[in-house]
């Protein structure tokens, strides 16, 4: 997996496989296309990476943090759950 990240080391884009040059492996845009652009990127439009970086890191927080889980307490008074 090859992921680009900011100075800050937020991931703003990412991918498992990308072949050296364009229209290999029926790729259209090939690494050192990619780099380029990526560059380019980076440095035109700082405020489009800062917006992908805050989105793939909000996704993967999401994905790691755990859901709070409800678990009824029998002992609480008024419970209508029954011990058995």
Do not use: H
């Amino acid at each position: 997996m090859t992921v680009w990240l900011t100075p800050d080391r937020k991931p703003y884009y990412g991918g498992t496989y990308f072949p050296p040059r364009d229209g290999e492996r029926g790729v259209k845009t090939g690494f050192l296309t990619l780099v380029r652009k990526l560059k380019d990127a980076f440095t035109g439009q700082p405020d489009r990476v800062a917006e992908s970086a805050a989105e793939i890191t909000g996704v993967i927080e999401r994905s790691v943090t755990p859901a709070a889980t409800f678990v009824p307490n029998p002992m609480r008074a008024g419970c209508s759950t029954r011990l058995m």
